[in-house]
Each structure stands twice: as structure tokens, then as C-alpha cells.
């Protein structure tokens, strides 16, 4: 069963940094590209990043350059270094397949709260 598991949410200031880490299990992960989606309340869930099986990177063009998706396939493992963050970026976070080609199942997310 395909399951991911999202860490390293928090409370963080405005101009303050994060990374998110999520674990894949159930799926061959060297084969397929992953992505971080977000979902800010009220909002639909949008796709923040995107990164292929060999390292193509994909960003949505509000971020301007602030995050950078990576991945560990040896632990099953995609990140996401968020930096100079804004009260914008308030959502939970999610990973799972990239492209906008998310499979169902998705995780619990991991909460980021940006806050003076």
C-alpha cells in the first residue's frame, strides 16, 4: 500500500527557513517522480515542487526561487528547503507522485505556520 509520512512542519517566523522531509513506502520511488502539494486553508491543493528521477527540478512561479525539492532514493526520502519564508506559505504540506499526477492515497501532511 502506497503511504507517505511528512515531517519537520512548525511555527516559524516571517523570513525564517524549514525543511520538510517525507518518507514513500509501497512504491518503486526510482521510478517515479515526486512532489510537494500544499494546501492552505480554504484553499485547493496546489503543487509547490516537483522533482524527476534523475534530479529534474520543477518549482510553481510564485516561489521564485525560495524552495528546493531533493530526494534520497536509498531512503526513500524527498525534501523540501523552504527558505525566506512568508505568511503566504502558511499550508499543510504534502508529498507524493509529482507533475500534478498525485497517486490517492495521500499522508497527514505536516503543518507550516508562518507567524510574527
Known amino acids: 500500500q502506497v503511504q507517505f509520512v511528512e515531517s519537520g512542519g512548525g511555527l516559524v517566523q516571517p523570513g525564517g527557513s524549514l525543511r520538510l522531509s517525507c518518507v514513500a513506502s509501497g512504491i518503486n520511488f526510482n521510478i517515479f517522480a515526486m512532489g510537494w502539494y500544499r494546501e492552505a486553508l480554504g484553499k485547493k491543493r496546489e503543487l509547490v515542487a516537483s522533482?524527476?528521477?534523475?534530479?529534474?527540478?520543477n518549482y510553481a512561479d510564485s516561489l521564485k526561487g525560495r524552495f528546493t525539492i531533493s530526494r534520497d532514493s536509498a531512503k526513500m526520502t524527498v525534501y523540501l528547503q523552504m527558505n525566506s519564508l512568508n505568511v503566504e506559505d502558511t499550508a499543510v504540506y504534502y508529498c507524493?507522485?509529482?507533475?500534478?499526477?498525485?497517486?490517492?492515497?495521500w499522508g497527514q501532511g505536516t503543518q507550516v505556520t508562518v507567524s510574527s
Open positions: 522533482i524527476g528521477v534523475y534530479g529534474t527540478t
Open positions: 507524493n507522485r509529482g507533475y500534478d499526477r498525485p497517486f490517492p492515497n
